[in-house]
């Protein structure tokens, strides 16, 4: 078990190389310390609610294109059900034990199982995998660009 940070805020660690799913795995974290900010407040927990539907949602169309079976699609969307039965439907005041929850089982999936995409999933022009030495050739190529 990997530890849950405190206060509940993003950090490296977490960092799974795919920028898209970073940020929005940081707005996760975000919409949780919200709810548990303003435990009364409905409209905060739904958003916390959309936030990781849209994640799920962005997350499982890149990770079902991993076409080799280095990733199993099937059990890593089912573990985004779960947690959506888990926290849809529940009204306010939410639970601090609902929360602890949260906040423990997204520090684990991330490390768990999102982590095992890493590397694997082809960039959004489809032609390759993004590794680190990719990622840093882009980035000196574009310096060099700009530097020109
Ligand atoms: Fe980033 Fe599988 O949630």
Redesign the pocket.
């Known amino acids: 078990f990997y530890p849950v940070p405190e206060p509940y805020v993003w950090e490296e660690s977490f960092a799974t190389g795919y920028k898209n799913?970073d940020d929005?795995?940081v707005i996760l974290f975000d919409a949780v310390r919200e709810v548990e900010a303003n435990k009364n407040d409905q409209a905060i927990y739904q958003h916390m609610i959309d936030v990781y539907n849209e994640?799920?949602r962005n997350?499982e169309a890149m990770f079902s294109r991993i076409m080799d079976g280095a990733h199993d699609i099937a059990d890593?969307r089912n573990?985004?059900l779960g947690i959506m039965n888990t926290i849809e439907g529940a009204q306010v005041p939410i639970g601090q034990d609902l929360l602890d929850f949260v906040k423990n089982w997204l520090a684990q999936?991330?490390k768990n199982?999102?982590f095992d995409y890493k590397g694997k999933m082809p960039t959004h022009a489809g032609e390759h995998v993004v590794t680190d030495e990719h990622i840093l050739e882009v980035e000196v190529a574009v310096r060099e660009r700009e530097a020109l």
Do not use: A, G, V, W
């Open positions: 799913l929005e795995h994640h799920f997350e890593h573990r985004h999936h991330i199982t999102d």
